[in-house]
């Protein structure tokens, strides 16, 4: 079945460092892929997607480009800040299955002043 | 907002009872989705709806779980006999259909169990 892994929190950064967040999948067809956060006491929402190979989702200065080649759609951001402080989910949908989205395990991201 | 609303917000009920929880998404027409956000499990797929009918019920962990909407529009999701392990935050979601390919998620019912 569908799976997606991401990399194992929480990561600590200080404000205005780079972040990665590694995200791969498995999954049959051609799935699209997302990023959601939940940001302390508040619900899950979207915070980019991409629908095909090759093409980058941007929102809030996060990005991320689906990779078909790897399987990957890691996020990236060039200087957090401490409103960024955060869980984010790596998520594929798969077109073919109903449209419901498999989830990552999540990756609590602290930004620290 | 993301035009779900859940209710209740938070439900505490003693082990055995039967609980009710219901998603209210904006406008009616959408297919809606019921996710469950566990410790152990992390967030996984309940059940799904295209209008009334739900085509694909494989992830509703056991045959006490059980949902339906109406009209298009308000879904119910009954747990009978809840146990323990069903503690945990209930989410819907709504799709707006056509190909944006993306779900709105309502803020959760906390469910414990007691």
């Known amino acids: 079945g569908d799976s997606v892994t991401q990399m194992e929190g929480p990561v600590t950064l200080s404000e205005e460092a780079f972040l990665t967040i590694n995200c791969t999948y498995t999954?049959?067809?051609?799935?699209?892929l997302f990023w959601y956060v939940q940001y302390p006491g508040e619900g899950l929402q979207l915070l980019l997607k991409a629908t095909k190979a090759d093409d980058k989702g941007s929102n809030k200065g996060f990005e991320a480009t689906y990779r078909k080649e790897t399987t990957s759609f890691h996020l990236e951001k060039g200087s957090v800040q401490v409103s960024d402080s955060a869980v984010y989910f790596c998520a594929l949908m798969n077109n073919n299955a109903g449209n419901m989205l498999t989830f990552g395990g999540g990756t609590r991201l602290m930004v620290k002043p | 907002g993301a035009g779900v609303s859940q209710s209740p917000s938070n439900k505490v009920t003693e082990k055995g009872k039967d609980v009710e929880l219901r998603c209210d998404p904006i406008s009616g027409h959408t297919a809606l989705y019921w996710y469950r956000q566990s410790l152990g499990q992390g967030l996984e797929f309940l059940i799904y709806?295209?209008?009334?009918?739900?085509?694909?019920k494989s992830g509703l962990p056991s045959d006490r779980f059980s949902a339906e909407r109406t009209g298009g529009s308000v879904s119910t999701l009954t747990i009978q006999r809840t146990q323990q392990e069903d503690s945990a935050v209930y989410l819907c979601?709504?799709?707006?259909?056509?190909?944006?390919?993306?779900?709105?998620f309502g803020p959760g019912t906390r469910l414990t169990v007691t």
């Open positions: 979601a709504r799709d707006p259909g056509g190909e944006t390919y993306e779900q709105y």
């Open positions: 709806f295209q209008g009334n009918s739900a085509p694909d």
């Open positions: 999954a049959t067809g051609y799935p699209s």
